[in-house]
């Protein structure tokens, strides 16, 4: 299968144009023997090369050239399968507009980007994403994007921003644990910290059964009202559990939108719950996924304005994992927004999902909604988070759900 492959970087230290032009024929000679074509574009320190062919050749030579020291912060932003190069007649064409570069590479040889754009390769691409991007490059679009990452080259153990951070955690006493009813549902804990404040925003209670099973087996012997009964009852165990084990910060209970419209009094009843365990409804925060809040936009639009009258918070959970995100948030604006674990997955070497961080970030921050980061489990995806403004971070790098507990916070720092 023939594909694409375009990823950015930052060159290690600024290159003079026989480094340049080194490393250029040196790939075009190796891109010729294994069938690679493509372009090379160097501005400002920064690289972003296109390259085509066979996708197994193309993966083997992109997993290479990431360990390549003379660059950092290899970022991919596409890779995708194409019907035909786009730039067959180049091994590797290289364009540096700011250093004058010339180089004979492949057949032909380009000096800077204004001969790179009237060559018959580009002239052919005006419709095309590639073109889009090459110009969005050039024009110093990507410039802020690609040195922003370089910070996060340091190496992962030092970082001065958010320096070492513990807050210790919390196990039930043996004598409530006793009294807890053998066949109820249980509760882990998993902590959301701030890292501007550097203290727990929240607790998420997690749904666990009786011997810690998961919340979708759990979840799984009910349905219809039954289910939406247990899943708003459950959470007295959730608040009892977190009474017990005492804490300041809030509780983040998940629910099921339907849940707070199958019964008139839901809300009424969480608000007690929580005041008998201590807790006001201020430090309530209700998080809904985004799947289910939009089967019902209105539905959703009113259990929405009952939970904030009685002064709880909203959380929109998983956003990035359902449908419909964006309509979702033109009609109602949480307190928080979550963003889905599978964008936060390897959002340091990933382009596109770097994109969409950026964006939620910016409109969150345009509506004041706080942004929280779950499911961050390295230390390259909590630096380039930081870096973008993402402050609250939920994940197994910064501590794991503990049943029945309040787990430690351990950040190296
Ligand atoms: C910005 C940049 C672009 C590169 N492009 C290519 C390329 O298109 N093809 C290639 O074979 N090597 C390219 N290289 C060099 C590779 O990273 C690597 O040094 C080379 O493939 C030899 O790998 P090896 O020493 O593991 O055999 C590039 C290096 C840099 C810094």
């Not at 969005?136 to 992962?156: E, I, K």
């Not at 430090?283 to 089967?295: F, K, N, P, S």
């Not at 939620?360 to 499911?375: D, R, S």
């Amino acid at each position: 299968m023939l594909s694409q492959l375009i990823y950015t970087s930052q060159a290690h230290e600024d290159l003079t144009p026989e480094a340049l032009q080194a490393i250029a024929l040196a790939a075009a000679r190796n891109n010729a023997r294994v069938g690679v074509s493509g372009l090379l574009i160097y501005d400002q320190g920064c690289f972003l090369q296109v390259m085509e062919g066979e996708d197994a050749v193309i993966l083997a030579l992109y997993q290479r050239l990431k360990k390549d020291t003379r660059h950092t912060n290899v970022v991919k932003l596409i890779h995708e399968p194409i019907a035909q190069r786009r730039f067959a007649q180049w091994n590797m064409g290289l364009a540096a507009p700011k250093l004058g570069v010339q180089a004979e590479v492949g057949t032909v040889g380009l000096s800077t980007w204004s001969e790179l754009l009237a060559s018959h390769a580009l002239q052919n691409l005006t419709e095309d994403r590639v073109r889009t991007v090459l110009d969005a490059f050039t024009q110093g679009r990507w410039h802020h994007h690609v040195v922003m990452r370089s910070a996060d080259a340091v190496p992962p153990t030092r970082n001065a921003k958010d320096p070492a951070l513990f807050i210790p955690g919390r196990q039930l006493s043996p004598a409530y644990r006793e009294v807890l009813p053998a066949s109820g549902p249980l509760f882990a804990f998993q902590p959301i910290v701030d890292f501007l404040t550097r203290r727990v925003s929240s607790y998420e209670a997690l749904l666990r059964g009786p011997g810690g099973e998961s919340p979708h087996s759990v979840l799984g012997a009910f349905t219809g009202e039954a289910l939406h009964r247990f899943d708003l009852t459950s959470k007295v165990a959730a608040l009892s559990i977190a009474q017990q084990l005492g804490t300041d910060a809030r509780l983040s209970l998940n629910l099921l939108p339907k849940s707070l419209l199958a019964d008139v009094n839901a809300v009424d009843f969480l608000v007690q719950a929580a005041a008998r365990h201590g807790f006001t409804p201020d430090r309530i925060v209700l998080e809904v996924t985004e799947e289910e809040a939009i089967t019902d936009p209105d539905m959703f639009a009113d259990a929405v304005k009952r939970v904030r009258s009685a002064g709880m918070r909203v959380a929109i959970d998983d956003f990035g994992a359902g449908f419909a995100g964006l309509s979702l948030l033109a009609d109602f604006q949480p307190d928080k927004l979550k963003i889905d674990r599978c964008i936060v997955q390897n959002v340091h070497e990933s382009g596109p999902r770097q994109a969409i961080v950026r964006a939620i970030v910016e409109f969150c921050y345009c509506l004041g909604i706080v942004v929280v980061a779950e499911g961050v489990e390295t230390v390259e995806e909590f630096n380039w988070l930081r870096r973008a403004g993402v402050n609250r971070i939920q994940g197994f790098l910064i501590a794991r759900p503990a049943l029945c507990a309040l787990p430690p916070v351990q950040w190296q720092g």
